[in-house]
């Protein structure tokens, strides 16, 4: 089991910056991958971020693709979500999940609580 706490979140204006964090117990996360997803009200779940803790290997969708930037700590256990150039359509509930490398997040078993960012026009 993985349990994952997400902190970071916030308030920002348009065109600046937050750093979401996602610390890990119970497990270490090399043996997953991490997402991170968002929710916006109304709107489905989209993945945003993800890492393959073995490779490294990064994926991003056009929509954040240049802005964020996802990163891991393995002494920490903890991914990291740097977001820049932050828009008003970026504003959602933040999760970070662990699992299979995949922007599906049905491949994805463990999930913290959600994190909120809020960005103002």
């Known amino acids: 089991q993985v349990q994952l706490v997400e902190s970071g979140g916030g308030l920002v204006q348009a065109g600046g910056s937050l750093r979401l964090s996602c610390a890990a117990s119970?497990?270490?996360?090399?043996?997953?991958?991490t997402g991170w997803f968002r929710q916006a009200p109304g709107k489905e779940r989209e993945a945003v971020a993800r890492?393959?803790?073995?490779?490294?290997?990064?994926a991003y969708p056009d929509s954040v693709k240049g802005r964020f930037t996802i990163s891991k700590d393995n002494a920490k256990n903890t991914v990291y979500l740097q977001m820049n150039s932050l828009k008003p359509e970026d504003t959602a509930v933040y999760y970070c999940?662990?699992?299979?490398?995949?922007?599906?997040?049905?491949?994805?078993?463990?999930w913290g609580q959600g994190t909120k960012v809020t960005v103002s026009s």
């Open positions: 890492i393959s803790w073995s490779t490294g290997i990064t």
């Open positions: 999940a662990a699992g299979r490398y995949s922007d599906n997040y049905n491949q994805y078993p463990y």
């Open positions: 119970g497990r270490t996360l090399s043996s997953y991958a």
